[in-house]
């Protein structure tokens, strides 16, 4: 009686553990796979992950199966780990090889925004004592006023100039808040100091800055670079377009990087425009290529899964207007499938690129990553408390971007 007591003990604590691991095992690779792959004609899906899984169509296992071989298609494929155990369908498109020209090379931004950006809101100090017009009214930091009272408000100086020539009177803004078109009545105050109109609010129409180009896609006769966002250096958001242009640019001196210290590339702007910028998004900027750009031959864009942590190379240009292969490692973050952004780490160890920059600075954003002869992304953030560190954004994703800003162009001219 005592063994099979025992013995029912054992079996327990031993299907009790299976589970654990099971449920271990499953909720890993949840957080560790993507909804949905792309794989080249003829290609079975890999899944990088230290759990092994199996892909499957059909009931066929796709390493065995031809069924996935009509490129521009997408297939329902089915998980199993361990090579039996389902957990999850996702999607697949069989897509032709990509090519574009790695570029590496320093450029410089110039864009306006959609109306004028609330950076501030002030006190007026009036005859009656300090007043928030802005603020009372109901303005927030990160708003864009479009217009007062039907005049559309473009820079800086329009705003100012109306609000001095309000009299007083009650304004009607016309505001743009997250994606909300909203209207807000705002009367000025006279200022103490000056005598003039105030409403208390400081706002930006521009911004500028140097970046590095990642690649030209042919295909779409797209160019992209800085793997991130233009964002307002006060609020954090991400600056809305009305207009802008990228030119060449040179690279003229470093500040290095340090710990809790990001260092940067100081440059010149070109006179050579590259094209007029068309989106500014958390995947980069992206314009279509205004005459011609030089290049040596096209590289292979690497699909997010085969991708592996290790050995890589960034291009990137820290003097002049030449780029240079400098060594790095690279490593999937766990979100690395979750996000269109931040997908992977990226370490500098190039013992020449660490003595100029510290690792990696402001300005290199954008720089691409070369493993394995293929693109497989772009440099976006450096990590404050780490300057040999930052962060990477897989090349598909900003090349699944530039297609969509090609596909939009070509539905609005037709």
Known sequence: MKIARFFVKFLFACSLALSILIFSAIFYLQNNISSDYKIKKGDSLVINTKVPVTAEFGGVELSQSKALSDVGQSYSVDLKAFGIIPFTTVNVEVVDEMYVAVLGSPFGMKLYTEGVLVIELTEVDTANGLKKPAESAGLKLGD?????DGKKVTTN???????????????NFSVL?????IRINV???ISKETGNYKIGIWVRDSSAGIGTLTFYSPATGIICGLGHGICDEDTGSLLKLDSGEIVNAEIISVEKGAVGSPGQLNGRFGTKTLGEINLNSNAGVYSRLDGKIEFSYLTEVALKNEI???DAQILCTVDGETPKLYSCKIKLRTSAYHSKTQNMTVTVTDSELL???GGIVQGLSGSPIIQNGKLIGAVTHVLIDDPTSGYAIFAENMLETAQNVANKQLKEAS
């Open 144 to 148: 864009y006023i479009i217009s007062v």
């Open 157 to 171: 100086e329009d705003l100012s100039r109306i609000v001095e020539q309000s009299g007083g009177k009650k304004m």
């Open 177 to 181: 808040r997250e994606k909300q078109k």
């Open 187 to 189: 009367t000025a105050e």
């Open 308 to 310: 592996k942590d290790g």
């Open 355 to 357: 003595s100029r920059t």
